[in-house]
């Protein structure tokens, strides 16, 4: 019988019999708050989350500023308003800045965190 690979995040073994490595993605539902991006982490590590994933970027270095139709949102979605991509993203982003309090909170409750 061929045993199941396993690999280790930080002292956890994923795979083989192990249990599911739950990663929670934050994404732009912090609304632009840095207290509700913590209640994020609060909320994920609660539901049983082992991770909690957030994104880096700017507006400026996922797209570009551009009225180019691949480049705007189609009517008739919940994003409408922003228009452009840029807009969307400009308005969604985790600011860098954030990044030092939001590692220092997961890692406080035991949460692994990284970002993409």
Same mark, same amino acid.
């Not at 949102?73 to 985790?94: D, F, I, M, Q, V």
């Not at 406080?108 to 970002?115: A, K, N, R």
């Given at each position: 019988? !061929? @045993?199941?690979? &396993?690999?280790?995040?930080?002292?956890?073994?994923?795979?083989? *019999?192990? $249990?599911?490595?739950?990663?929670?993605?934050?994404?732009?539902?912090?609304?632009?708050?840095?207290?509700?991006?913590?209640?994020?982490?609060?909320?994920?590590?609660?539901?049983?989350?082992?991770? !909690? @994933?957030?994104? &880096?970027?700017?507006?400026?270095?996922?797209?570009?500023?551009? *009225?180019? $139709?691949?480049?705007?949102?189609?009517?008739?979605?919940?994003?409408?308003?922003?228009?452009?991509?840029?807009?969307?993203?400009?308005?969604?982003?985790?600011?860098?800045?954030?990044?030092?309090?939001?590692?220092?909170?997961?890692?406080?409750?035991?949460?692994?965190?990284?970002?993409?």
């Amino acid at each position: 019988m !061929i @045993k199941p690979a &396993t690999i280790k995040i930080n002292n956890r073994i994923i795979g083989g *019999d192990s $249990p599911c490595y739950i990663i929670a993605e934050m994404s732009a539902n912090h609304g632009g708050d840095i207290e509700k991006a913590i209640a994020l982490i609060h909320a994920a590590h609660k539901a049983g989350a082992d991770a !909690i @994933k957030l994104q &880096t970027y700017t507006a400026d270095t996922i797209t570009l500023d551009c *009225d180019k $139709p691949d480049f705007l949102l189609p009517s008739g979605n919940a994003w409408e308003a922003h228009r452009s991509l840029y807009s969307l993203y400009k308005k969604a982003y985790t600011p860098w800045e954030w990044h030092a309090q939001l590692f220092k909170e997961a890692k406080s409750l035991g949460l692994d965190i990284f970002s993409s």
